[in-house]
Every structure is written in C-alpha cells, then in structure tokens.
C-alpha cells in the first residue's frame, strides 16, 4: 500500500515540476513514507531520519519529511525537535498528499507544515500514479482506501481513516494505462477488497470486488490480475468462482488468518471463527482446487495460551499453506487491545512461539514446492534474478517464485518452465518452450 503512495505521491510532485533524485545525499527534499503497523516498523524510520540528519550539514535548505501512517499517528509529535531530538519538517498525513506542495512551500520559509485530516472521499482516483520504482512488468493499483474493522492490535483504522471505494472507471483507465505501457501483472489493492463497493450514478446499481475484478480480467486476455487482501469474514463464492471462471485472474488468495483459535479470533475482533475460516478454505478447494492459500499470522496475542498457540499450529496443519507473514504481537497505543488487555505474553514466549510458526511454515512451503516438482508451469518474467544476470526470475500464477536460465527471455514473457529443483522459497527450472 505504501509502494503504491508513494507513487500517488511522486505524481503530485511530478505535477509542480519537481522530478526523482537518485539518492538521499543529491537530494533538496526527502519524504519518508511511513508504516506504524508494529513498533518495530516505526523505529527503523525514526532510525533512518536520525541517519538523515547528517546531510543538512552540506546541505542547510534540506527539507525532511514524514508521510503516512506515522504522520498520522504521532502528529505534531514529530515536530517537536526536543522530544524527538532531530528535526522533521513536514508531517503529512495518508490523505493530504495533494497538499505537498504547498507544505513543501510553507516548509521553505521555515515554517512547521503539517496536515494531518482524514477524508471520507479522498481516493486519489484522478492521479496517475508515476511508476518510479517498478519492473514494468507488474504494478499495483489502489481501489480503496481506508478500514473500518477495528481489529483489536491493529491501527490501520486510525491512521487511515474511513474506507472509501475508488471509481471503477478511473480503476479502469489506470490498468488501461498500464496495459498500453506494457506492463503484464497488476495487482488490485485495499485492506479488505471484498467491501469494495460503488455504486454506479446512472442506474444506482452496486459493482462489488467480483465484478471489479473480472472487469479488469476482461481488458486484456494477456494481463494477470491479482488481489490484495481478502478478510476470512467475507470472501464471498461469488469471488471464488469469479476467480475460478477467469484464466487470467490468478490462483492465489492471501487470506490472514491470524491465529487457529477461536478464542484468541474473538479477542482479535476478527468476527470469524476457526470453524468459519477452515469451511471458507473447503469452499476455495471445491472450487479452485489449485488455488494457493497464504496468510498472515500474530504469535503471542493478549492472553494467548499454549494451547491457543497449539491451536495455530494444528490449523496450519490441517490447512498446509503455500506461504506466510509471521509477526510477533506488538502493541499499539490506543488500538483495542492496547485498552482492554495486556500485552501479559512474555517475549521469550512470544518468540519461541513464533519460530515455531515458522518452522512449521517452513515445512509446509517446501511440502508445496515439491509438488511442483517435475511439472511445468506458465511464469510471467519479470527480470534478472537477484543472484545472477544470466537468470531470469517470474512468477507463475499461484505467485511461486521460479527461477531459470534466461536464455532469449525478456521481462513480460509468458514462458513454460520445467521445474526441476526447489527450496522452501523459490523453484528453479529451464525454459521448456517460450
Ligand atoms: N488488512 C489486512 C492486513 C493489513 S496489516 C487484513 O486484514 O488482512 C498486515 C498484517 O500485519 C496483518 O494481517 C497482521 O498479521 C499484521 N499485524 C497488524 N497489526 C499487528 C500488530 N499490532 N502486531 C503484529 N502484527 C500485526
Ligand atoms: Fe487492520 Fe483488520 Fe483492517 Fe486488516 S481488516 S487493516 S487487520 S483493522
């Protein structure tokens, strides 16, 4: 989500004639676009301001600023130097970014700009987002904004404010723009893309995510869609077999779990059961029975037991998930939890439960790979392998990361890989035919 800001972001700047440096130090302006979703995220930025603030020696005009959701939270906090002890001098919150300019200005006459309100309307759908930091083969596209399911740990619903669902025809137009570019992926994002809902000014009729989706699907037969991210409580079968009926809406659904225990789901305020997200699983297997499965999972919730962290683990068994996001709870102020209950699991606990996580993870990934093995699969190429030029690396359309020979291949071919080897994180292969 912050990828896809940041480039709303470069747009508004492009806008008012200012273009991307090449790094910190050429710089006149620094913006750091910030996440709060763990304390850990927020003091690596406040870590890298404090590296930044050497560059004002050679450079007294340098204008630092702080966007998003840190903006948000900590407001006018960081600007105050002695608190903090360094300098910030912009603070811009999720929903002010048409703003910068103006901040930028009040900023160079030394004065503090901070704008920090929340919008029950801002989408940005007008902006074209300036693809700066991309592959050119796969874009992300942002269809709302916003969340209003007050998860008890989490506190996207306060630095992000009301959800708010973006015009289809502007959401349209930008996959357009993307697809005339070249570009052959895109990925549709909101915090909980199944609330996603316009309803349309002629007729009044709604378009929810399923039909969003395979609008899109349906502009180019070439161009994979995919989607970020669904919540447990209501991925609906409509989606499901949406995503069924389309080859080119990919096989892969990132749905967090969370946690295996209903107890621990229900102080989470995740309105979903184990129960209930074990027969939404059963309901994508019917019907997609290809379809890789990921989550998110939090070890060491408010009062978790052992034989709630067991719970996990027995849910991922049952499940066998391709991949994961595992986090250590951390609590941040003011959220639900960080009201009603303590944060009572002891580190080392927290720790241990999470390297079990991951391990059992671990087993599970590498499990899904194998089966991989010896087949061949349809990757999109995205560009040369991190390890070594002469290699390419794609995706295929469960979201696997394969990794072969390039041979004549360029970044937004669709080629068929053989797999013939795997770790728990990539698959490799050789090209079987272009
Ligand atoms: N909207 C998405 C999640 C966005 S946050 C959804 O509902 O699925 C991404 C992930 O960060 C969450 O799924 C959760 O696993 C993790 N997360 C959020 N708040 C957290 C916290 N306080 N501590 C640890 N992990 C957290
Ligand atoms: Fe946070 Fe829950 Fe909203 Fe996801 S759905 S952003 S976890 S409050």
């Known amino acids: 989500m912050n990828f896809s800001d940041s480039e709303i972001v470069a747009s508004v700047m492009a806008s008012h004639d200012y273009s991307i440096a090449g790094d910190a130090p050429s710089a006149d302006i620094i913006l750091l676009n910030t996440c709060s979703i763990r304390e850990h995220a927020e003091n690596r930025v406040l870590g890298r301001l404090r590296e930044l603030q050497h560059l004002r020696k050679k450079k007294p005009g340098l204008l630092i600023g702080v966007l998003g959701c840190m903006a948000e939270r900590l407001k006018e906090k960081l600007l105050e130097d002695k608190d903090l002890g360094m300098r ?82 502007s959401i349209l137009n930008e996959a357009k723009q993307l697809i005339a570019a070249g570009y052959r992926e895109v990925t549709l994002l909101g915090q909980n893309v199944n609330s996603y809902s ?72 995740r309105k979903y059961s184990r129960e209930d997200y074990l027969e939404r699983i059963k309901a994508i297997r019917a019907i997609i029975p ?7 999972f939090i070890a060491g919730f408010c009062g978790e037991t052992e034989e709630e962290h067991r719970e996990t683990l027995s849910l991922m068994d049952e499940v066998g998930f391709d991949f994961a996001f595992m986090f250590k709870y951390s609590e941040r102020p003011d959220t639900l939890a960080a009201k009603k209950y303590k944060d009572d699991v002891p580190e080392e606990v927290k720790t241990r439960r999470l390297s079990e996580i991951i391990e059992r993870q671990q087993k599970h990934s590498l499990a899904s790979n194998h089966r991989d093995l010896n087949t061949c699969q349809l990757v999109l190429a995205e560009g040369a392998s991190k390890r070594s030029e002469a290699n390419m690396m794609g995706r295929t359309s469960r979201n696997k990361v394969v990794v072969f020979p390039a041979g004549n291949t360029v970044p937004g071919d669709y080629v068929m890989v053989e797999i013939s080897h795997c770790t728990s994180a990539t698959l490799k292969g050789k090209i079987a035919s272009e």
């Open 290 to 296: 290809d379809c890789a499965i990921s989550t998110d």
């Open 198 to 269: 316009w309803s349309d000014k002629n007729s009044g009729a709604e378009i929810r995510f399923s039909q969003l989706l395979e609008m899109v699907a349906d502009l180019d037969p070439l161009l994979r869609v995919r989607f970020a991210t669904s919540h447990p409580k209501d991925i609906s079968d409509e989606l499901i077999r949406t995503i069924a009926g389309k080859d080119n809406i990919c096989n892969a659904i990132h749905l967090p779990v969370q946690s295996g225990s209903t107890s621990v789901l229900q102080r989470m305020n």
């Open 88 to 169: 910030i001098d912009m603070v811009v919150g999720p929903d002010a970014y048409r703003q910068l300019p103006q901040l930028m200005a009040d900023a160079e006459t030394g004065q503090k700009a901070i704008n920090v309100m929340l919008s029950v309307d801002e989408t940005y759908a007008d902006i074209s987002p300036v693809r700066y930091a991309a592959n050119g083969v796969s874009a992300f596209i942002s269809i709302m904004r916003g969340c209003e399911n007050f998860c008890a740990y989490c506190v996207v619903p306060y630095t992000r404010g009301k959800e708010r669902s973006r015009d289809p025809e």
